[in-house]
C-alpha cells in the first residue's frame, strides 16, 4: 500500500489534479493505489495507457499478443516506424515507463481467453476492454460479473464510437447493467465489419479512448456513479453526442456462464456466429500440399497495401479486401482460391460471405500468414 503523504516530485508532478476541486490529494492517493487493466494495446489501447500512465495511475496491466503493423500507426500513437514488428506489448511499456517512471506495468503477452481470464483480471481493481471483436466483449463481461470486476466498454466503427461503464457496484450493492444488457443477442455474421475491414477514422480512436480513460479515473476517485449504467455515443462526422440509459436485462443475464466450470466450456464462437464449416479452412500443412500437387492453386492476400508481416515463400495476388465487391472474378472451377490475410479472421469471414453465392467454396488459410510463416520455419529446420 502507498503512502498517502506525496514527496516534493509527486506534488509538483499532479499540481493541477492536487488543486482541482472534489480531487486533491484523496484522488492522487487513489490513483496512486489502484491497479487497471488494460485489454488491447490498439487504437483505444493507446490513449487509455497513455493518459492513465500520466495521471499516475500506480499499476497497469496489458493483455495484447499482437504485433505493431504499418497500418496501426496512423491510429495507434504510441507506436513509431521503428517498433514495426515488435511486440506491442513490449513497444508500449518502453514508451510509457519513460513517460511515469513510479508506474508499475505488468506484461500479459498472450491473447485473452477463458482459460487466463479469470487468472489475470482477479489482479485488478478495474478492466477497460479495448478490444474489437464480439467474442472478447462477451468474454470480459462474463469473466467480469463472475469476479464483480467493474469494467469499462469502448468501441469504434468508422466515424462513430461509444462507451459505457458496466457491472459497477452501487452504494445498494447491486451492480449496475452488463454488455449483455446492452448486446442480449451478438449481430448475425458479417453484418458487422470491424476496422480492419470497415475503417476507422484514426482521430476518433483517441477520442473514444480518452473518454475510457477519463471514466477510469473517475471510478477510481469514487465519482463513477455519475455515469453508470449509461451508454456514451459519439459521432465524428456531424460532432454529436448523446447518452442513454442501459436497463438491467435479467433475461439476457441469464444466458452467460453462471460459474468457472461453465465459463471454461462456454462456447463464444457459436454464441458470436463466428464458427464457420470447417470446409471453409485449410491449414498450412493443407495448403502447402494442395499446392504441391498438380490441382492449380490461386492465393489471394486480401490484406491492405504494407500491411505486416511479409509472406514467407507462398506466390500471392494482392486483392485488398476493400476491392471485393459481387462483380469480382475468380478463377476457373479447377482452381482452388485460397485466402489469406494476417490471422485468418479477415479471409475466413470474405471467404464465409463469398460462398454463399458458390458451389466450390472458395478457403480460408487457418491462422493466417503467421501460421503460415510458422508451419515454414518449422520445415526449413528440419
Known amino acids: 500500500m502507498l503512502s498517502k503523504r506525496m514527496d516534493p516530485f509527486e506534488s509538483e508532478r499532479y499540481s493541477r489534479h492536487l488543486n482541482l476541486p472534489g480531487f486533491g490529494s484523496a484522488g492522487q ?12 494495446a490498439g487504437g483505444l489501447g493507446c490513449p487509455v495507457l497513455q493518459y492513465l500512465t500520466a495521471a499516475g495511475v500506480g499499476t497497469i496491466g496489458l493483455v495484447d499478443n499482437d504485433v505493431v503493423a504499418l497500418s496501426n500507426i496512423s491510429r495507434q500513437v504510441l507506436y513509431s516506424e521503428a517498433d514495426i514488428g515488435k511486440p506491442k506489448v513490449q513497444a508500449a ?82 451492480r449496475s447493467a452488463t454488455y449483455r444488457c446492452l448486446f442480449p443477442e451478438p449481430p448475425a455474421a458479417g453484418a458487422v465489419g470491424n476496422c480492419e475491414t470497415a475503417g476507422v477514422l484514426s482521430t476518433l480512436t483517441g477520442i473514444i479512448g480518452t473518454m ?54 462456454y462456447d463464444y464462437s457459436t454464441f ?3 464458427k464457420s464449416a470447417p470446409e471453409f479452412e485449410i491449414s498450412p500443412s493443407g495448403l502447402y500440399h494442395l499446392m504441391a500437387g498438380e490441382q492449380p492453386v490461386e492465393v489471394i492476400d486480401i490484406r491492405q497495401p504494407g500491411e505486416w ?20 472474378s475468380f478463377p476457373n472451377h479447377n482452381t482452388t482460391v485460397v485466402l489469406i490475410c494476417t490471422s485468418g479472421k479477415r479471409s475466413l469471414d470474405m471467404a464465409t460471405r463469398i460462398n454463399q453465392n458458390r458451389t466450390k467454396p472458395v478457403l ?19
Not at 29 to 40: E, F, T
Not at 131 to 152: G, M, P, Q, W
Open 309 to 328: 508481416p511479409e509472406i514467407t515463400d507462398l506466390p500471392a495476388t494482392a486483392i485488398p479486401v476493400a476491392d471485393f465487391n459481387d462483380n469480382i
Open 364 to 382: 480460408s488459410l487457418r491462422g493466417g500468414i503467421k501460421a503460415w510463416n510458422q508451419f515454414k520455419t518449422g520445415i526449413t529446420n528440419e
Open 93 to 174: 511499456i518502453a514508451k510509457l515507463q519513460a513517460m511515469n517512471s513510479k508506474t508499475k506495468f505488468i506484461a500479459h503477452e498472450e491473447f485473452l481467453s477463458q482459460k487466463n481470464a479469470l487468472t489475470i483480471f482477479s489482479g485488478y481493481d478495474l478492466v477497460i476492454d479495448c478490444t474489437d471483436n464480439f467474442e472478447t466483449r462477451y468474454l470480459i463481461n462474463d469473466a467480469c460479473v463472475l469476479l464483480s470486476k467493474t469494467f469499462i466498454h469502448g468501441a469504434v466503427y468508422r466515424f462513430a464510437g461509444q462507451i459505457a461503464l458496466m457491472n459497477h457496484g452501487k452504494e445498494n450493492g447491486e
Open 29 to 40: 492517493v487513489a490513483l496512486q493505489q489502484a491497479a487497471v487493466l488494460v485489454i488491447g
Open 212 to 265: 475510457q480513460a477519463t471514466m477510469a479515473v473517475k471510478v477510481i476517485c469514487g465519482t463513477g456513479h455519475e455515469v453508470e449504467g449509461k451508454l456514451f455515443l459519439f459521432n465524428a462526422n456531424s460532432f454529436e453526442s448523446h447518452s442513454c440509459f442501459i436497463p438491467r436485462n435479467e433475461e439476457a443475464d441469464k444466458k452467460r456462464p453462471c460459474d468457472k466450470e461453465a465459463f471454461l466450456t
Open 272 to 274: 458470436c456466429n463466428s
